[in-house]
């Protein structure tokens, strides 16, 4: 049911670039990206809305094969403060709202 | 500044208590969500509401319930604690009924152990 997300952890040194994958089994209509960092409350960091959509944010970046019900984060050059724990999300349909079904995450940590 | 905001930051509950979970919203927002976050498993939902008084259970219900009595607030009520329960809850608002693709907002969860 949830969205799988890959890899479940990486390691990066500043400066490097990362790619974070998010795979559903269901059919996918938009796709959410969030950073929570430790201790603190998840943040939004952008929403893909239709198949093929790429949006960028400052040096973080995503795309949507909505085909394949799949979406990557990619971030490059990365910082030390893009460490955090990473989620993508859908919203599916329920009876009076849309709800948020989030995947596995992915945990980032980037050294000095 | 818009806040979600969960009464607890910590807590440690013996089992078969009830246990209360408080999260309140100031975005006048209609939809409030509990989710809890494990280890390789993300977040997972265990009930919403889309509007004072209505509930609906999302993927993980069982051992929980919960109550919306007023708008801003919403409560996650835990009928008997069990050690198998203790995880890190998230609570999230957003607004809108009918409206797709707008964000989520989270509080700073609250990390519930069991003994």
């Known amino acids: 049911q949830q969205p799988v997300q890959s890899p479940q952890a990486v390691i990066l040194r500043e400066g490097e670039d990362a790619v974070i994958n998010c795979s559903s089994s269901?059919?996918?209509?938009?796709v959410h990206w969030y950073r929570q960092k430790h201790g603190e409350a998840p943040v939004f960091l952008m929403i893909l809305l239709k198949g093929g959509e790429q949006k960028g944010h400052d040096k973080i970046s995503a795309s949507f094969n909505e085909k394949k019900q799949q979406s990557s984060l990619y971030l490059t050059a990365s910082q030390l403060s893009y460490s955090g724990t990473y989620f993508c999300?859908?919203?599916?349909?329920?009876?009076?709202?849309?709800?948020?079904?989030f995947g596995t995450g992915t945990r980032l940590k980037v050294l000095a | 500044d818009v806040k979600v905001t969960q009464s607890s930051r910590y807590l440690v509950k013996r089992t078969g208590e009830k246990v209360f979970l408080e999260c309140v919203q100031d975005m006048d927002h209609e939809n409030m969500f509990w989710y809890r976050q494990d280890p390789g498993l993300g977040l997972r939902l265990i009930y919403f509401?889309?509007?004072?008084?209505?509930?609906e259970k999302g993927d993980i219900p069982e051992g929980y319930s919960v109550s919306r009595e007023k708008k801003e607030r919403f409560s996650l009520i835990l009928e008997s604690a069990s050690t198998n329960q203790t995880s890190m809850y998230l609570c999230a608002s957003s607004s809108g009924t009918g409206e797709v693709n707008t964000e989520a907002f989270f509080g700073q969860g609250t990390r519930l152990t069991v003994v």
């Open positions: 999300g859908t919203q599916s349909r329920g009876s009076g709202t849309y709800k948020y079904i």
């Open positions: 269901k059919a996918l209509y938009s």
């Open positions: 509401s889309y509007d004072v008084k209505m509930k």
